[in-house]
């Protein structure tokens, strides 16, 4: 534990400020290396904002662990960090799977995670702050408008963890109270590339949209076979998304057009805020490089964390989240707070569909930020996506969802 000034810095000093350890866990290798290099470039982008920053009188030492994508080394990693390194706080973590992995340890120790990715939610721990959007942010506006636009029958494609069970769940209670149905639920282990059987049953098929939860490489080969398929076959097939994003699209190609995405995060909004965020990165990154929306996620974890140490006075884990809970940091994409009853982020969901140019056009947005709600508890069965928010921030108590351990 580190205790910092609450005074204001001295201009002059702020080379010789004290310093924080944060640890920074994110693949650079492996089947979704992809998004590990963009959480780390925003991580780290970021921390250099802070380091340099006048106000803060302190800075952060980044120790950066690579997991390669392997699920058991996350562990390994997170225990180094910890006994070698003495940090208290950890930003990363883009699985699930991943996090599941870290959440013992930093439990145990008593750590503090700042997760920047989008999750399935059914989890609430102490030692987690879950910075990206929870399933009220972006599976539900994703599956009422397709209730509403496009059909009632679906046909889901995922990767074989957590991830895509509790997606498909959610996914098929919302279609079955309004009458619908799951065509089918078709699973492929992380990195797999062996796609063709699944597009082709889709073609033979030919259902109304697919749900693609499928994460990293599997699902770039996927949807660059699905749309050579259809194309082929003369289909034109809706398919939905919640985790695609600006890089991804130009690592797919061409063929990542028209995918309808629900996301808190897009290049494309239109607020001061993102405009400079976008310039600094661009800046940094080149101009032909976009943000991500967790990379962008582990970039507003990083200001939350500074924010709340400041607040503090100290880098204690308890102080900080006492700190950090309702503090309202106004983003990239927005608003964002975290709810001190279940230490998620308050977030604006959206809906936009990609672009030939490797870009989102945004079609939707809700009316003002909303509190998470992780276990679904407040889910209206019934509601439309404009109903999913009210001018609060809250949502409609109804019929909720089974909630299954």
């Not at 940090?87 to 699930?96: F, L, R």
């Not at 890089?247 to 797919?252: F, G, M, Q, T, W």
């Not at 989240?321 to 709810?339: K, N």
Request: glycine fraction near 6%; hydrophobic fraction near 40%.
């Amino acid at each position: 534990m580190m205790a910092v000034s609450k005074a204001a810095p001295d201009r002059k000093s702020s080379m010789t400020k004290p310093s924080i350890p944060v640890g920074v866990i994110c693949s650079q290798s492996g089947p979704y290396q992809a998004m590990g290099h963009e959480i780390l470039k925003s991580a780290l982008m970021a921390i250099d904002e802070i380091n340099n920053h006048p106000d803060f009188d302190f800075s952060f030492t980044a120790h950066v662990r690579d997991p390669r994508g392997v699920i058991t080394e996350y562990h390994a990693v997170c225990d180094d960090l910890i006994r070698n390194a003495g940090v208290e706080h950890i930003i990363g973590c883009y699985t699930s799977a991943s996090r599941k992995q870290v959440l013992p340890i930093v439990e145990r120790t008593d750590r503090l995670l700042w997760y920047p990715a989008r999750y399935e939610g059914f989890e609430c721990s102490d030692n987690v702050i879950y910075v990206g959007a929870s399933p009220n942010h972006n599976v539900l506006p994703l599956v009422r408008y397709m209730l509403d636009n496009i059909s009632r029958h679906v046909f889901c494609v995922g990767s074989n963890y957590v991830w895509t069970w509790e997606t498909n769940r959610v996914t098929r209670e919302l279609v079955t109270a309004a009458q619908g149905s799951i065509l089918a639920e078709r699973l492929l282990e992380l990195g797999e590339g062996a796609v063709d059987h699944i597009v082709d049953e889709i073609v033979r098929r030919k259902p109304p949209v697919v749900f693609n939860t499928l994460v990293g490489s599997s699902s770039y080969d996927f949807i660059r076979a699905f749309h050579a398929a259809t194309a082929a076959a003369g289909l034109e097939i809706p398919m939905l998304s919640c985790s695609l994003c600006e890089p991804e699209l130009k690592i797919v190609g061409p063929a990542s057009a028209g995918c309808i995405t629900s996301s808190a995060y897009f290049e494309s909004i239109r607020l001061p805020e993102n405009r400079a965020f976008v310039q600094r990165w661009k800046t940094r990154y080149g101009e032909t490089s976009s943000p991500s929306v967790d990379g962008q996620s582990a970039y507003v974890a990083v200001y939350l964390l500074a924010r709340a140490i400041r607040r503090a006075g100290t880098s204690d884990i308890g102080e900080v989240r006492r700190a950090a809970a309702g503090y309202r940091y106004h983003s990239p994409q927005g608003p964002v707070w975290i709810d001190g009853e279940n230490n998620h982020c308050v977030l604006t969901p959206r809906l936009a569909v990609s672009n030939a140019q490797g870009q989102f056009d945004l079609f939707w947005e809700a009316e003002a930020p909303v509190r998470p709600d992780p276990y679904l508890t407040q889910l209206d069965i019934a509601a439309g996506p404009a109903r999913e928010t009210s001018r609060n921030g809250s949502s409609t108590s109804a019929a909720h969802l089974r909630v299954v351990k």
